[in-house]
């Protein structure tokens, strides 16, 4: 270059000039040059930052806890490398990949050259911009992308490089990911150019419930959870079954600090080995009704204990009713059923009056569901009897068989979320009693399973798929897969209460449930 500016000063100054003139030129035209090359690069490098900011290049929201993987790759003559910076907080992490394009699969026959292209895999040339290497070569993989290739083709295509953003996201929060990059022909002092990205982690929804301890000083406190494990020996005709039961408040009483509503109560008359189970679903709305579903549950167990301590006439109009030709209920049954089931719910409902008034509260305030379930193993089956009245379910479940049996039909009201409860005066006329009252004889079964709605909602969402057994195969198999119900496991409790915490998005109730197994 200084030559060049001694040739052009000695053709336009002929006769010479000073030195200090000589030096000043070259200085002048110098910079000169050097401002023009440096407004052309910087024109260049806004031309590519135009051109890469107007990609369609986004980092989709990721969510903690949840896989993520998602592909930036940059399809532009200009760029050469190309990284991110920012993730070191989110949990992710970035790592090049090579990308393989297939443009052409073709098939091989043994002893054959190449022969058929197959068409649909053609067409991906038109679409295809070249990466990096830009060449077109026989991959050495027999699987591209979710696509495998039989051993017996090759597959020519095109290598890509590109940058996936990848991991776990193990923290919540917003975050600015810089895309940096170089252009070709960058050298050291030039400008590494950039591309912010807005990025958000979201949070796992199970994270933002609060679990705020209820207050021991409200009245009629009640634990916030509860479980409980009843087993029964075995005897000479082998092993029988034992009842395990758990409650927890939901998350939605729990992220206010609200108590438990729900309750139940078990219990296994070791000397004529009939069971009895109560579970009780205290009206959310209703301020008492954590009392209400406690009075429900160990009423009607104290009332059918007393009742089943001597059951000689029950058992034998039971026999009978196995014998007859049909197997045809008879009114002495009916009436025996009536009166000790019948009985245990009516006495629940008196005693609940009682205590409002006691108190000086409405019965309303007491408000509270009630399933109510009595059977026995005799040499020819079971006898199960029940009451049902208010939401939930109650169901004999034979999975072998593929066999269910609702024992009665949930209470629905005008709206969504309304049912009866065992406070309301018309529940206990005899037409009504008699109607919520069901009992049969079973050879056998899998389970006898009485759950509140913060368990049968999510898992049947309706009332008409409590009558589908595929619906009872998924919620077996969903207990199944953590407790584990085998004889005489008493930590199977623990494991049910920990199954309580299942998610699922929308329900958030009290969840109870009770399995004789």
């Known amino acids: 270059m200084t030559e060049l500016l001694d040739l052009l000063i000695g053709k336009y100054f002929p006769h010479g000039i000073s030195s200090e003139k000589r030096s000043d030129i070259k200085e002048f035209f110098l910079e000169k040059l050097y401002n023009e090359y440096n407004e052309y690069y910087m024109a260049r490098e806004l031309v590519i930052k135009n051109r890469i900011d107007a990609l369609n290049l986004v980092l989709p929201n990721a969510k903690v806890g949840e896989n993520y993987s998602q592909l930036i790759k940059i399809d532009d ?6 990284w991110l910076e920012g993730l070191e907080d989110t949990g992710l992490y970035a790592e090049s990949e090579v990308i393989l394009n297939p443009i052409e699969i073709i098939n091989v026959d043994e002893g054959n050259d190449t022969t058929n292209v197959t068409s649909s895999d053609k067409g991906i040339i038109d679409s295809m911009t070249p990466g990096c290497t830009d060449c077109i070569e026989e991959i050495d993989s027999h699987k591209i992308g979710d696509v495998t290739v039989a051993i017996d083709t090759k597959v020519l295509g095109t290598k890509d490089c590109g940058i996936v953003v990848k991991g776990i996201p ?4 917003d975050y600015e990911i810089i895309l940096k990059y170089k252009y070709q022909n960058w050298s050291e002092g030039c400008s590494i150019l950039e591309r912010k990205f807005k990025f958000a982690i979201n ?3 199970r994270s933002l419930w609060k679990d705020i301890p209820t207050d021991k000083n409200i009245k009629f406190f009640k634990e916030d959870y509860v479980c409980d494990y009843v087993q029964v020996t075995e005897n000479d005709k082998g092993p029988q079954k034992d009842i395990v039961a758990a409650s927890k408040r939901g998350r939605s009483h729990a992220h206010e600090g609200k108590a438990r509503d729900d309750d139940f109560r078990l219990f296994h008359n070791d000397n004529n080995g009939w069971y009895i189970i109560a579970v009780a679903d205290g009206a959310g709305s209703a301020k008492y009704s954590r009392k209400g579903s406690a009075l429900a549950c160990e009423t009607c167990i104290e009332f059918c204990k007393a009742a089943l301590e001597n059951p000689t006439e029950l058992e034998n109009e039971i026999i009978a009713l196995n014998n007859s030709s049909e197997g045809q209920s008879n009114r002495d049954i009916s009436t025996l059923i009536y009166n000790i089931i019948g009985g245990a719910a009516h ?3 008196r005693v609940i009056l009682e205590t409002a008034s006691a108190n000086e509260d409405q019965p309303r305030d007491y408000s509270t569901t009630l399933l109510l379930a009595i059977c026995k193993k005799f040499d020819f089956g079971w006898f199960v009897a029940s009451f049902w009245v208010g939401d939930g379910a ?13 024992l009665g039909t949930p209470d629905g ?11 309301m005066k018309e529940i206990f006329t005899p037409e009504s009693i008699m109607s919520r009252l069901k009992y049969s004889i079973e050879r056998d079964f899998t389970a006898l399973m009485l759950m509140t709605d913060g368990i049968s909602d999510p898992f049947f969402e309706t009332d008409a798929n409590l009558s589908k057994v595929e619906k009872w195969n998924e919620l077996w198999d969903n207990i199944n897969s953590e407790v584990e119900l085998t004889d005489d496991n008493s930590e199977s409790q623990y494991q049910l209460l920990k199954w309580l915490d299942f998610w699922s998005p929308g329900n958030h109730d009290d969840r109870t449930i009770a399995i004789l197994y």
């Open 77 to 82: 003559p200009d760029v050469c490398e190309y």
């Open 170 to 173: 193990a923290k919540a929060g």
């Open 203 to 205: 949070p796992d929804p």
């Open 347 to 349: 006495k629940a409902h």
């Open 394 to 406: 109650m169901c004999i479940y034979d999975k072998q068989r593929q066999y269910i049996k609702l």
């Open 413 to 423: 009201g005008e709206y969504a979320g309304q049912t009866r409860f065992l406070t």
